[in-house]
């Protein structure tokens, strides 16, 4: 858990509905590589652990014959249960609204526990014990994000690109230059190093695969807009009374920024680390 931050059930509040369209997706072929390094033949279970609207979890349901997403944002777990009506997949989804502190929480056991850039929230070697003991043997905890040492532009593509330094800015002028975080304030960021936490829980590893990104991406106003407002430090609650004059503002930097309404980007490649439980 960030230092100095205590979590509250505000830190997503309002973002739930901005999540699936704002977001960047994962890399397109992250089933795949999961499916061969966890030798999957649709039969396991999954357990997505911070799931917010089960973006994670819903792309790769296909692998398993279970999924369990948790999620301490009520919101998150009412979009995570519409997507899985309209994927078809409610059958063989589950969708907890619970903190990953309060785990085990009756679920059984799993093959495999993810966290889609959700760890950093949380009571991080509590968690990874309690994970652990859920794992079956030979099951893995899979810690995912994007790629952060890449450089990715929209060089070459026929849209501008997304003004991300010009909306921080702005995001700044009203919400202020230090990190918003619920009712709190992230001063020194989020914290890294997970792989000193998995270690001291037990786990072996890491095995580290980068599922590459790069594909074409086109994005709307309403897209980008999306994207802010799914955002920790940027959520809707945060602006409270200002959040009209906040939008105006943001609708015209983007239509400035790009007359056509469109925007290019490349999607992010995935960086994913396989911790593997029990033997």
């Given amino acids: ?49 911070g799931c917010g609207p089960g973006t994670l979890a819903l792309g790769l349901a296909h692998l398993f014959g279970d999924v369990v ?82 450089t990715r532009t929209a060089d070459g593509l026929p849209h501008p690109a997304v003004p991300y330094a010009e909306i921080t800015a702005l995001t700044e002028r009203y919400l202020g230059p230090v990190r918003r975080a619920g009712r709190g304030m992230l001063r020194h960021g989020t914290p890294g190093d997970e792989a000193a936490v998995l270690t001291r829980a037990g786990y072996a590893g890491p095995r580290r695969y980068v599922v590459p990104g790069g594909q074409e991406l086109v994005r709307t106003r309403e897209d980008v807009a999306a994207w802010v407002f799914s955002l920790s430090f940027s959520a809707p609650h945060l602006f409270g009374g200002q959040r009209d004059a906040f939008e ?32």
């Fill in 1 to 49: 858990m960030p230092e100095g931050w205590e979590w509250d059930d505000t830190l997503f509040l309002g973002s739930a509905p901005y999540y699936r369209r704002g977001r960047l997706p994962y890399a397109p072929g992250l089933p795949d590589v999961l499916a061969d390094a966890l030798a999957l033949d649709g039969r396991g279970r999954l357990l997505d652990v």
């Fill in 69 to 150: 997403g948790v999620d301490p944002d009520g919101g998150m777990i009412a979009e995570a249960e519409r997507q899985a009506r309209g994927t078809g997949v409610s059958a063989k989804t589950r969708w907890v609204r619970a903190r990953a502190e309060e785990l085990p929480l009756d679920l059984g056991t799993f093959t495999g526990a993810a966290f889609g850039q959700s760890f950093h929230w949380m009571e991080r070697d509590l968690v990874a014990s309690v994970v652990k003991d859920m794992l079956v043997p030979g099951g893995a905890l899979l810690h995912l994000a994007d790629l952060k040492t890449e």
């Fill in 248 to 279: 105006a503002d943001l609708a015209r930097l983007l239509r400035e920024a790009s007359p056509s309404g469109r925007f290019s980007e490349r999607g992010p490649s995935t960086e994913v680390f396989v911790w593997d439980g029990p033997g």
